[in-house]
């Protein structure tokens, strides 16, 4: 089964940045709200990327809901550089962790497209 990626689309910047990431990587994304997220039946191919900058207790509260499930899917938090304690926080709950410069390449991983490392920004032919 293939991976699918979900943005949890909070806010409206962020939602076209994941789209624009997914684009490059030539793969579907899906918007869904916070309550959609969590209310949804996940797979454990599922990958969920969501902002975790914007209301940061409330987005961890999220993640945590997220990884606890049976299946879970594999959750992505975005966060700056220097949100040490917010990333700190969001990897003990079970998230992958992505820098906003460094959001292509966590997806590559996260949705088995490669290791990460040979992602490059090129827009889809």
């Not at 899906?30 to 990327?49: F, I, M």
């Not at 207790?57 to 879970?72: F, I, S, W």
């Not at 590559?108 to 490059?120: E, K, M, N, Y």
Request: glycine share 6%; proline share 6%.
């Amino acid at each position: 089964m293939s991976k699918r990626l979900y943005v949890v689309e909070d806010d409206l910047f962020f939602g076209q940045r994941v789209r624009a990431a997914a684009g490059r990587l030539r793969v579907p994304v899906e918007g869904l709200s916070p309550a959609a997220a969590r209310s949804r039946a996940w797979e454990s191919t599922d990958v969920v990327v969501l902002q975790a900058t914007l209301r940061p207790d409330q987005q961890l509260d999220l993640v945590g809901e997220l990884t606890r499930r049976v299946p879970a899917p594999v959750v992505v938090a975005v966060t700056g550089h220097l949100e040490t304690a917010l990333r700190q926080r969001l990897k003990a709950a079970g998230a992958l962790l992505a820098a906003h410069s460094a959001m292509d390449r966590v997806l590559a991983r996260a949705l088995g497209i490669s290791d990460g490392r040979d992602v490059t920004a090129h827009p889809p032919a």
